[in-house]
């Protein structure tokens, strides 16, 4: 039986992931969840961010998805492999479930050309280390140097990312990063929240310097990958559709999603 293509996140950054996904691809029909109601992951250990991100992927194979994207960096960096590796031949081999950072990875060999890369990110991500592990399995002689921007996700989830204290703290954490290593010129933005900080990151960060932000990568790795596998793009059903299930609130999701999702937001409780 065909099922949407799910995204997962632990909060509402990964609404900027489904925004690109569904610009890219509008034809497919669409689950978001969000743990919003456990939200942040990034201070959480290893093995409690393995165990909901398993208990989210389970449920959302249980509504019908074979294909569950984790938009969500602290998942992908702490959980993503293992659920790969020891738990889906258990749960069903034919299913799958893919990340965020990979597809970022693999691009930034490309557009590098001095070997100097930035990463921002929460503190959860930039600890994982897991962009500079990633980035040395596919490109091991790029430099890579990351910076932790704490205040970066509370600014957009409450709605400053146009104000002066957003310009305050995106300053500071550029120039931090620049004055560890000027050659740096590509940078990703590693959580998906600072999609919507874009403007003032451009505005602080040195001329030239290539802004890699998550959601155009990987909607057109996402297209690319399905056309790769045409055994999973078969069981993608089509018809525009895009449902939203939350373990918060619906009232409270659906006020703080309007920030990142432009569109109407059916959202419904769930469990976990």
Not at 21 to 32: G, N, Q, S, T, V
Request: one cysteine or more; glycine letters at 8%; aromatic letters at 10%.
């Amino acid at each position: 039986m065909k099922g949407p293509i799910a995204i997962f996140d632990s909060g509402y950054g990964g609404l900027t992931i489904l925004d690109s996904i569904r610009r890219e691809l509008p034809e497919y029909d669409y689950i978001y969840l969000g743990d919003n109601a456990r939200t942040p992951y990034g201070s959480r250990s290893f093995d409690v961010v393995y165990e909901y991100t398993l208990e989210a992927v389970k449920r959302l194979f249980s509504l019908g998805a074979h294909l569950v994207i984790l938009a969500c960096n602290t998942a992908s960096a702490k959980a993503l492999r293992s659920i790969q590796q020891k738990d889906l031949p258990g749960i069903d081999p034919e299913r799958r479930v893919l990340g965020v950072i990979r597809p970022s990875v693999e691009v930034v060999g490309n557009l590098t050309k001095t070997n100097h890369v930035g990463v921002l990110g929460t503190v959860g991500t930039v600890l994982s280390n897991s962009y500079p592990l990633e980035i040395d399995k596919v490109s091991p002689e790029i430099i890579v140097e990351q910076e932790a921007c704490p205040m970066w996700v509370s600014l957009v989830e409450n709605s400053e990312f146009d104000g002066d204290g957003a310009d305050y703290f995106v300053k500071k954490n550029i120039n931090s990063l620049f004055e560890r290593d000027s050659k740096i010129d590509t940078l990703i933005l590693g959580c998906t929240h600072y999609p919507l900080l874009l403007e003032k990151i451009r505005k602080y960060t040195p001329q030239g310097v290539k802004i890699i932000s998550q959601g155009e990568i990987v909607s057109k790795r996402l297209r690319d990958y399905l056309f790769r596998h045409p055994e999973m793009e078969t069981k993608c059903s089509k018809g525009g559709d895009v449902r939203f299930y939350t373990t918060e609130h619906p009232d409270k999701f659906r006020e703080t999603a309007g920030i990142f999702f432009k569109g109407n937001i059916r959202v419904q409780h769930l469990e976990l």
